[in-house]
């Protein structure tokens, strides 16, 4: 695998602390490759749209802090990609709010196949660790990409259900990638990688866990699939972060069905009281998307939930021939 490297100047502008994702992507877009240290702070203020008064202007020290970035990714064989880079997963262009730069372990998801989010809360159930587990194995098996946060509980399970088939998985990092969180998973995140898949962040190298940084890339984990499943998820779990931010891009949210009723399902069964679908096995999935169909959206209207229903009776009847044997991720990638 040929390694690719941001510009340097995307790289420094990575490291600028006062501007959001997209002010950072419209200056990237203004410079180009042009140096930092030929701008003035008022130049930035005219590109970015907004007054920057009593910020730190320091192009040297971030040009500095970019050369170490480089430095590290070069030395374990890690990637940039900044937005305007040829290999920045296109899917990812079309949301709301892109990041500016991933950093990445090992390899990006395939972008010409699918990729689903499996999602759930750290502390599931047997149930749902299980049912994790089942479809990290099942998507796999199907040569779809399993995305996840390589968190403890149903993440690690969709990733471990995917590596189990020798399926491709990627995680996306709420910390930079110079190290693993929690600490206990660094042994899997090097399994992903050596399978074939990876790992990302778009934090710099040691940026360090906080509260906001899980959230936020909560929705660069949606952003990169076409679907979201969430397992198992409380009220108030990270996962229906997740999924807020696939119902925003207009992207499909499941909601596990083994798994409805538990002790720790309050969010999930919510989700699914708004519409979101149902799911028995991942074959439910592919055959959504080969049909066009199973497209979720922020509100759900009563016909909208009928509709719903109607569907979930006919898979009831159709599931023994279907789970276990859907189509191909061939066949699912011709309707992405």
């Not at 989700?271 to 149902?278: E, F, I, R, S």
């Not at 759900?300 to 279907?322: E, H, K, P, Q, T």
């Amino acid at each position: 695998m040929v390694n690719s490297m941001a510009s340097g100047a995307a790289m420094a502008i990575a490291r600028m602390p006062y501007l959001s994702a997209r002010e950072r992507i419209r200056l990237l877009g203004a410079v180009g490759t042009a140096p930092l240290a030929s701008l003035r702070l008022g130049d930035v203020e005219r590109i970015v749209g907004r007054s920057l008064h009593g910020a730190a202007w320091d192009p040297l020290s971030w040009a500095a802090e970019a050369e170490r970035d480089a430095s590290y990714l070069d030395g374990v064989g890690g990637s940039s990609f900044s937005y305007y880079d040829p290999g920045y997963p296109a899917i990812l262009r079309e949301t709301a709010r892109p990041p500016f730069m991933l950093y990445v372990r090992g390899r990006l998801p395939d972008q010409g196949r699918p990729s689903v989010a499996i999602v759930g809360t750290r502390f599931p159930t047997g149930r749902g660790l299980d049912a994790a587990a089942a479809l990290g194995m099942e998507a796999g098996a199907a040569g779809v990409w399993v995305v996840s946060g390589l968190a403890r509980g149903i993440d690690s399970a969709a990733h471990r259900g995917a590596l189990a088939v020798r399926g491709a998985t990627f995680a996306v990092l709420g910390r930079g990638i110079d190290a693993v969180y929690p600490a206990s998973n660094k042994e899997l995140a090097s399994r992903i990688v050596a399978s074939g898949g990876g790992f990302a962040s778009e934090y710099p190298p040691g940026t360090l866990p906080s509260r906001w940084t899980f959230p936020e890339r909560n929705r660069i984990l949606a952003g990169l699939c076409r679907s979201t499943v969430v397992v198992e998820a409380p009220g108030g779990s990270g996962a229906l972060i997740s999924a807020a931010f696939a119902l925003e891009e207009g992207r499909d949210v499941y909601v596990v069905a083994s798994c409805m009723g538990g002790i720790r399902s309050a969010g999930s069964d919510s989700l699914a009281a708004d519409g979101a679908v149902t799911l028995s096995c991942f074959g439910d999935i592919i055959e959504d998307w080969r049909d066009g169909r199973g497209r979720s959206t922020l509100t759900l209207r009563r016909g909208a939930r009928n509709r719903r229903s109607r569907r979930r009776l006919a898979r009831s009847r159709r599931g023994a021939s279907r789970c276990g044997h859907g189509p191909s991720a061939e066949q699912a990638s011709r309707s992405t």
